[in-house]
Nanobody, 124 residues
Framework: QVQLVESGGGLVQAGGSLRLSCAAS????????VGWFRQAPGKEREFVAA????????NYAASVKGRFTISRDNAKSTVSLQMNSLKPEDTAVYYC?????????????????WGQGTQVTVSS
């Protein structure tokens, strides 16, 4: 099993930056891909970014490409999401999740072992 804990959320002004972290427990973490998703109030949860087990490939939603960067440190069992040039529409609860087959999938159904989420609020 893998347990995930997100941190790093908070309140930031538009144009600012935040760095989210996803800390994992479980010895097989480095074998899995990891994705970040977000859910804004009243909206469905949506894909944000994903990274393969090795960190060699990434995938981003069009809405965050060029502003967000996903990375991982398997030695520390962590995955980070650096978010720059934040916009009010980035306000959401952000979740990390493990993807068993490391395919950079955008589909939630391909992910298991979700974290509890961390709130990001961007003020205008």
């Amino acid at each position: 099993q893998v347990q995930l804990v997100e941190s790093g959320g908070g309140l930031v002004q538009a144009g600012g930056s935040l760095r989210l972290s996803c800390a994992a427990s479980g010895r097989t973490f480095s074998s899995y891909g990891v994705g970040w998703f977000r859910q804004a109030p009243g909206k469905e949860r949506e894909f944000v970014a994903a990274i393969t087990w090795s960190g060699g490939s990434t995938n981003y939603a069009a809405s965050v490409k060029g502003r967000f960067t996903i990375s991982r440190d398997n030695a520390k069992s962590t995955v980070s999401l650096q978010m720059n040039s934040l916009k009010p529409e980035d306000t959401a609860v952000y979740y990390c999740a493990v993807e068993y087959y490391s395919t950079l999938s955008t589909r939630q159904a391909n992910y298991g072992y979700w974290g509890q989420g961390t709130q990001v609020t961007v003020s205008s």
